[in-house]
């Protein structure tokens, strides 16, 4: 049976890498799959166990420079002094600037040639081994080829100085590329290093600290006070706050107790806790949400793609028309061959586009961890530029802007015959043999105000309406109003302003009486969460045209909500196929839309949106594979952050594009027209892109 392995390597870095291990692995004996994920510098290798072992295939990737790091922590970058690509590109600027100084003391211009030529070749080992690997394996022209052949031609034309200058100059670009990776990977990392390395647990009645990665299903661990919690867990013994800003972004303590759940890098607070493993570390919340992280930093979005495509015919352009520059006007204008060579070289550095093919990819990759460290996880890029585009945010009711779970609000005697505390007690008694969500709510009500539920016989449920039993010999009914009106033929003359007034502020009504009468009647409301006047709010500033509310409730329970907190409009009775019908008429209308559900129930509606999203999805696994985006806490407001943080990496990718396109238009018109030289055709193209990698970087603030 075919065996799955994954590990980190060090010096993954790029695509190149990645088709370097993709290379090197080509025709490997017993290697059936190879996935490489160069932006969590992570492999994914399938094989057949009867053919090969993971140590054999550890040692392949060790002999291509990929050595695999001990679990899964992610490969720190060298030290500077310690990365060839580095030392190699110090060693091109000690010989430039040497050379550059014995030529002001007069000693012969071919020492220094000699050693700007050392310079050249020296500091462009790396990124010249790339271009040719390209050029053979992948044929492809790529953005070293461009400074390969500028810096050859130029040393060709006797200008080894300028050739010199530019090697250093993008060697510095190559050898930092290593460090903006692990920046950008600086999520990640966090997110590995909420959960402690070790877990106490209670083993045939002793108590040891063992590795995280040793937790098995069923294991029983101990959380101090303070401590991390180590994996998912059902609570068993003790209460305590924890702190579940790290997984969830969710900023108040949660209370927990016995039959709870909780959550790997969650923080214990003011109680010692005894947790049943229910999942192993490598399968807890915080190894799916960062196996989600990098699967969707490895997902391009449109505009990355259209990118990605521009330059691989872009830079052979540039090629051509350097090429182009170069020869035509000397052969058919009889212009100087020096000029027209200096400027095709020059017009080769300045045109690469090196700024511009980085500007989306590094700024995508920083979004999509940060929303991973604050409770959002987006699944690529792709689902980033659609939420920047939402025009119209459709909420599914129960479970989203309401908590899910009914609560009693009101108990009303219409006869005088009996306290409300006497009708409670014969409600919650027929209610207790019931699992319907209304009657658990009843139950509930009466355990808070201690209210013994009365002794019932003869129970039975009236499917869609209600139920009945007897209490001390006498028949009652629990029910909808339409129960008592339509089976029963109860005149409900005395009750139904009542009835009416509190339909009208969102409740539902649920009567209790004999056959003959109405005795009283309860309440209830599945009760808005705290926070969702203010999210609605949220997400109007956010740039929402319309936020919608769909809901199976009926209309004036809907008409309530929707006044109470803010909601543009509202479509009641809907059964699930309604509402995807609703989301499809929402999409032609507005364009782009998105819909925000449970995962579980929703998802047909999930799946028809623009960008389906799933609401506390923190321990779901169905909710966390159906959609789009997953808010981990049960928390509206997560959805606004998702949308500003969409707009806000939008706005950087914008940014670092008009920039790149300025800095490129401005240089290859210098080149033209003979203003600026190589070097600072080089130094507008370093700086450049140094530039736009800060920028993308910008993302990774909270």
Same mark, same amino acid.
């Given at each position: 049976?075919?065996?799955?392995?994954?590990?980190?390597?060090? @010096? %993954?870095?790029?695509?190149?890498? *990645? &088709?370097?291990?993709?290379?090197? =692995?080509? $025709? #490997?004996?017993?290697? !059936?799959?190879?996935?490489?994920?160069?932006?969590?510098?992570?492999?994914?290798?399938?094989?057949?166990?009867?053919?090969?072992?993971?140590?054999?295939?550890?040692?392949?990737?060790?002999?291509?420079?990929?050595?695999?790091?001990?679990?899964?922590?992610?490969?720190?970058?060298?030290?500077?002094?310690? @990365? %060839?690509?580095?030392?190699?590109? *110090? &060693?091109?600027?000690?010989?430039? =600037?040497? $050379? #550059?100084?014995?030529? !002001?003391?007069?000693?012969?211009?071919?020492?220094?040639?000699?050693?700007?030529?050392?310079?050249?070749?020296?500091?462009?080992?790396?990124?010249?081994?790339?271009?040719?690997?390209?050029?053979?394996?992948?044929?492809?022209?790529?953005?070293?080829?461009?400074?390969?052949?500028?810096?050859?031609?130029?040393? %060709?034309?006797?200008?080894?100085?300028?050739?010199?200058?530019?090697?250093? =100059?993008?060697?510095?670009?190559?050898?930092?590329?290593?460090?903006?990776?692990?920046?950008?990977?600086?999520?990640?990392?966090?997110?590995?290093?909420?959960?402690?390395?070790?877990?106490?647990?209670?083993?045939?009645?002793?108590?040891?600290?063992?590795?995280?990665?040793?937790?098995?299903?069923?294991?029983?661990?101990?959380?101090?006070?303070?401590?991390?919690?180590?994996?998912?867990?059902?609570?068993?013994?003790?209460?305590?706050?924890?702190?579940?800003?790290?997984?969830?972004?969710?900023?108040?303590?949660?209370?927990?107790?016995?039959?709870?759940?909780?959550?790997?890098?969650?923080?214990?607070?003011?109680?010692?806790?005894?947790?049943?493993?229910?999942?192993?570390?490598?399968?807890?919340?915080?190894?799916?949400?960062?196996?989600?992280?990098?699967?969707?930093?490895?997902?391009?979005?449109?505009?990355?793609?259209?990118?990605?495509?521009?330059?691989?015919?872009?830079?052979?352009?540039?090629?051509?028309?350097?090429?182009?520059?170069?020869?035509?006007?000397?052969?058919?204008?009889?212009?100087?061959?020096?000029?027209?060579?200096?400027?095709?070289?020059?017009?080769?550095?300045?045109?690469?586009?090196?700024?511009?093919?980085?500007?989306?990819?590094?700024?995508?990759?920083?979004?999509?961890?940060?929303?991973?460290?604050?409770?959002?996880?987006?699944?690529?890029?792709?689902?980033?530029?659609?939420?920047?585009?939402?025009?119209?945010?459709?909420?599914?009711?129960?479970?989203?802007?309401?908590?899910?779970?009914?609560?009693?609000?009101?108990?009303?005697?219409?006869?005088?015959?009996?306290?409300?505390?006497?009708?409670?007690?014969?409600?919650?008694?027929?209610?207790?043999?019931?699992?319907?969500?209304?009657?658990?709510?009843?139950?509930?009500?009466?355990?808070?105000?201690?209210?013994?539920?009365?002794?019932?016989?003869?129970?039975?449920?009236?499917?869609?309406?209600?139920?009945?039993?007897?209490?001390?010999?006498?028949?009652?009914?629990?029910?909808?109003?339409?129960?008592?009106?339509?089976?029963?033929?109860?005149?409900?003359?005395?009750?139904?302003?009542?009835?009416?007034?509190?339909?009208?502020?969102?409740?539902?009504?649920?009567?209790?009486?004999?056959?003959?009468?109405?005795?009283?009647?309860?309440?209830?409301?599945?009760?808005?969460?705290?926070?969702?006047?203010?999210?609605?709010?949220?997400?109007?500033?956010?740039?929402?045209?319309?936020?919608?509310?769909?809901?199976?409730?009926?209309?004036?329970?809907?008409?309530?909500?929707?006044?109470?907190?803010?909601?543009?409009?509202?479509?009641?009775?809907l059964k699930p196929e309604d509402k995807v019908t609703q989301v499809r008429e929402l999409k032609k209308r507005y364009g782009h839309v998105?819909?925000?559900?449970?995962?579980?129930?929703?998802?047909?509606?999930?799946?028809?949106?623009?960008?389906?999203?799933?609401?506390?999805?923190?321990?779901?696994?169905?909710?966390?594979?159906?959609?789009?985006?997953?808010?981990?806490?049960?928390?509206?407001?997560?959805?606004?952050?998702?949308?500003?943080?969409?707009?806000?990496?939008?706005?950087?990718?914008?940014?670092?594009?008009?920039?790149?396109?300025?800095?490129?238009?401005?240089?290859?018109?210098?080149a033209v027209i003979g203003t600026f030289t190589l070097p600072i055709a080089v130094l507008g193209h370093e700086i450049s892109e140094f530039?736009?990698?800060?920028?993308?970087?910008?993302?990774?603030?909270?």
């Open positions: 049976m075919n065996q799955e392995l994954e590990m980190r390597v060090a @010096n %993954l870095d790029c695509e190149h890498d *990645a &088709a370097n291990i993709q290379r090197g =692995l080509e $025709g #490997f004996k017993g290697l !059936l799959g190879l996935k490489v994920y160069p932006k969590s510098a992570k492999v994914a290798l399938t094989y057949d166990p009867a053919l090969t072992q993971p140590d054999a295939l550890k040692a392949r990737l060790a002999s291509l420079g990929f050595p695999a790091q001990k679990g899964m922590e992610i490969a720190e970058p060298p030290k500077p002094w310690r @990365n %060839l690509k580095v030392l190699t590109s *110090a &060693a091109s600027g000690i010989l430039l =600037l040497v $050379g #550059f100084l014995l030529g !002001l003391v007069g000693v012969p211009e071919r020492v220094s040639t000699v050693l700007y030529l050392g310079a050249m070749i020296i500091g462009g080992y790396y990124f010249g081994r790339e271009a040719i690997q390209e050029l053979m394996f992948e044929r492809r022209i790529g953005i070293e080829l461009l400074m390969s052949v500028a810096a050859v031609v130029a040393a %060709l034309m006797g200008l080894a100085g300028e050739g010199a200058m530019l090697v250093f =100059l993008y060697s510095i670009s190559e050898a930092a590329e290593s460090y903006t990776e692990a920046k950008t990977r600086a999520a990640i990392k966090a997110l590995m290093n909420l959960a402690p390395k070790v877990a106490l647990v209670r083993r045939d009645g002793v108590e040891q600290e063992i590795p995280v990665e040793e937790l098995q299903v069923d294991d029983v661990f101990i959380v101090k006070p303070g401590q991390s919690v180590p994996t998912d867990g059902i609570i068993l013994a003790g209460a305590s706050s924890l702190n579940q800003a790290p997984v969830t972004g969710e900023s108040v303590p949660v209370e927990k107790d016995v039959h709870d759940t909780v959550f790997a890098g969650s923080i214990n607070g003011e109680g010692a806790i005894e947790v049943r493993t229910t999942k192993t570390f490598a399968d807890n919340t915080i190894a799916r949400i960062i196996q989600m992280v990098e699967e969707a930093q490895e997902r391009k979005g449109s505009s990355q793609r259209f990118i990605e495509r521009f330059g691989a015919r872009y830079s052979p352009l540039v090629l051509l028309v350097g090429i182009v520059l170069a020869v035509i006007p000397p052969l058919l204008f009889g212009q100087d061959w020096m000029t027209w060579l200096t400027r095709a070289t020059v017009f080769i550095v300045a045109a690469a586009p090196c700024a511009l093919v980085i500007s989306i990819p590094i700024t995508l990759v920083a979004t999509l961890g940060t929303g991973a460290r604050q409770g959002v996880l987006i699944k690529g890029g792709m689902y980033v530029e659609e939420l920047a585009r939402i025009k119209v945010v459709a909420l599914d009711k129960t479970g989203t802007l309401t908590r899910g779970e009914p609560e009693v609000t009101d108990v009303k005697s219409l006869t005088g015959d009996q306290t409300t505390d006497e009708l409670l007690s014969v409600a919650a008694g027929i209610e207790r043999r019931s699992e319907h969500p209304l009657a658990r709510a009843i139950v509930r009500h009466a355990q808070v105000k201690q209210i013994m539920p009365k002794t019932v016989a003869d129970f039975r449920a009236l499917t869609g309406a209600g139920a009945s039993a007897h209490v001390n010999g006498t028949q009652f009914y629990v029910g909808s109003p339409e129960l008592f009106r339509s089976r029963l033929n109860v005149s409900l003359n005395g009750a139904a302003e009542e009835i009416t007034r509190m339909q009208s502020e969102g409740k539902t009504v649920v009567l209790l009486g004999d056959e003959t009468r109405v005795l009283g009647l309860l309440a209830m409301r599945d009760n808005l969460r705290a926070n969702a006047k203010k999210a609605i709010a949220e997400l109007h500033a956010t740039g929402a045209h319309k936020v919608v509310m769909l809901t199976g409730d009926n209309e004036r329970t809907a008409q309530a909500l929707s006044k109470e907190v803010g909601i543009d409009e509202f479509y009641a009775n998105a819909m925000v559900g449970d995962g579980v129930n929703d998802a047909p509606a999930l799946a028809e949106a623009t960008v389906g999203v799933a609401m506390g999805a923190a321990g779901t696994d169905v909710a966390l594979e159906t959609a789009d985006v997953a808010l981990m806490a049960d928390d509206l407001e997560k959805l606004a952050y998702a949308l500003r943080l969409a707009k806000r990496n939008q706005a950087v990718v914008h940014q670092n594009l008009a920039l790149s396109v300025v800095v490129i238009g401005a240089l290859v018109i210098g530039i736009v990698i800060a920028s993308g970087l910008r993302m990774l603030r909270l």
